[in-house]
């Protein structure tokens, strides 16, 4: 054989994954290799521990980059009114007009909610109002995350406030906080659940619903009625 083909016959043996001729230790060439060990995930970042104290949450929501639809140019609209007096109204996310005023349910949907409010013998300074979410979505809806998300922290931040009663404005409310829609939710009491124990709740209309639909205005009433019955007991 010339140096030519031996090269060849090397060069095939070389292919065939024959690396050494004669090894000091010797091989089980049949042996299956074995399998690399699994490369681990890296574990998953606990949970943000949310603050427990009532203006330290505040704080986070207004500084926050967590927050669902959080990013540099979004406008916050922070919760506004008193803690302390003992009902809380919760809304979904503010309207676009809201992040223009810096102030929940305003225009012409506030001013019919501050009348609303005065039937029950309230108004701004004697509620704690806040929102599922202090940003608003850009096309103003839930993703089913950012959904999970803020029933999360709504429920956290109820269980901070502790009222005597808590007021849901809404469909996203209503099945975030009671697995109901507004329509199922309507009419009779609810405990949400939080932290702090049982919230007792009442669903009801929107103002900007009842603003497109005066009709329904008899059926926030009776909702009003309701949650006054309960606010005296």
């Keep these: 054989m010339d140096a030519a083909g031996a090269a060849s016959v090397l060069q095939w043996w070389q292919d ?3 690396d050494v001729l004669v090894d000091e230790t010797p091989r ?3 042996r299956p ?3 690399a060990a699994p490369v681990e995930a890296p574990a998953a970042r606990p949970a943000e521990a949310l ?3 009532l ?3 505040q704080a986070y929501l207004r500084e926050s980059s967590a927050l669902p639809f ?3 140019a979004a406008r916050r609209v922070c919760p506004a009114g008193d803690p302390a007096a003992g009902l809380m109204i919760v809304t979904d996310m503010p309207a676009a007009e809201d992040c223009s005023t810096g102030t929940l349910l305003s225009g012409e949907v506030g001013k019919l909610f501050d009348r609303m409010l005065a039937a029950i013998g309230r108004d701004r300074n004697s509620i704690y109002l806040a929102s599922l979410s202090c940003l608003r979505s850009p096309d103003g809806r839930f993703t089913s995350d950012a959904a999970q998300q803020c029933a999360a922290l709504a429920r956290h931040h109820i269980g901070l406030a502790g009222p005597k009663a808590l007021l849901l404005f809404g469909d996203a409310p209503a099945k975030a906080l009671t697995g109901m829609s507004m329509a199922q939710a309507r009419g009779r009491w609810h405990e949400v659940a939080t932290h702090a124990g049982q919230i007792r709740t ?3 209309l929107p103002p900007s619903y009842l603003l497109n639909q005066p009709a329904a205005k008899a059926h926030a009433w009776a909702d009003l009625q309701l949650l006054m ?3 005296n007991q």
């Design 16 to 18: 065939a994954g024959v």
């Design 28 to 30: 089980d060439w049949l």
């Design 33 to 35: 290799k074995a399998k």
């Design 51 to 53: 603050p427990d104290q």
């Design 55 to 57: 203006d330290l949450f």
């Design 70 to 72: 959080a990013s540099g």
């Design 202 to 204: 009442i669903v009801t």
């Design 229 to 231: 019955e309960g606010l």
